[in-house]
């Protein structure tokens, strides 16, 4: 089983739609998690941390579920710039473990 | 403030010829690390170093060499080039504290083709 596993999609949305990726992670021992946003070509960027009682920006919701092992993130009122790939993202534990990335979900939001 | 710079941006090697990709960032981040990604496979980590001096191998290092001797630059030193090293590569940087690590800010990447 993969460390970190994510749908590849991609989810294909109306301007407007609410959508949901989820991301499972295999070892319980996971510290932080975080979801990154990567563009066509371009590099990842974080978009937001994932906090144990969940957490809200703007139109993004992220939730954890430690008891289940996963991670979601919830779009509100999709918009076309939210089209691109959302990868999540796992840290084992503390210290300076690496981060793991899975290989992301792709969205793509259609006028 | 630069953030983390890569370079080149393109490359194109003939299978055994050897090359470094160059990264730097001026936030004083203790954590850096080098990821390639190809299509269907995600971000995989190549290499990474928690301060100047200390570096240990991630998920695919062969064919890799790095070293730390400044905390500002990160360079990846690829031995002997080989069609399966064609991808993208990417440098990231972070802060850490008390093993909690903070933002990974990610360089704009080095597209490497080997032929």
């Known amino acids: 089983r993969k460390e970190v596993e994510q749908d590849p999609g991609p989810f294909n949305v109306p301007e407007g739609a609410t959508v949901a990726f989820n991301c499972t992670y295999s070892?319980?021992?996971?510290?932080?998690f975080f979801w990154y946003r990567q563009d066509c070509r371009k590099e990842p960027k974080l978009l937001m941390s994932?906090?144990?009682s969940g957490n809200e920006d703007g139109r993004f919701t992220a939730q954890l579920n430690r008891a289940s092992q996963y991670i979601s993130l919830l779009i509100r009122d999709s918009k076309l710039s939210d089209s691109a790939t959302y990868l999540c993202?796992?840290?084992?534990?503390?210290?300076?473990?690496?981060?793991?990335f899975g290989k992301g979900t792709r969205l793509s939001v259609i006028a | 403030n630069a953030g983390v710079t890569q370079t080149p941006k393109f490359q194109v090697l003939k299978t055994g010829q050897s090359m470094t990709l160059q990264c730097a960032q001026d936030?004083?981040?203790?954590?850096m690390s080098w990821y390639r990604q190809d299509p269907g496979m995600g971000l995989r980590l190549i290499h990474y170093?928690?301060?100047?001096?200390?570096?240990d191998q991630g998920e695919v290092p062969n064919g890799y060499n790095v070293s730390r001797s400044t905390t500002e630059d990160f360079p990846l030193r690829l031995l002997s080039a080989a069609p399966s090293q064609t991808s993208v590569y990417f440098c990231?940087?972070?802060?850490?504290?008390?093993?909690?690590?903070?933002?990974?800010?990610f360089g704009p990447g080095t597209r490497l083709t080997v032929t």
């Open positions: 936030m004083n981040h203790e954590y």
């Open positions: 993202v796992v840290k084992r534990n503390s210290g300076n473990t690496p981060l793991v």
């Open positions: 070892n319980s021992a996971s510290q932080s």
């Open positions: 170093s928690v301060g100047a001096g200390i570096t």
């Open positions: 994932v906090y144990s």
């Open positions: 990231a940087s972070s802060l850490t504290r008390q093993g909690r690590s903070y933002e990974q800010y």
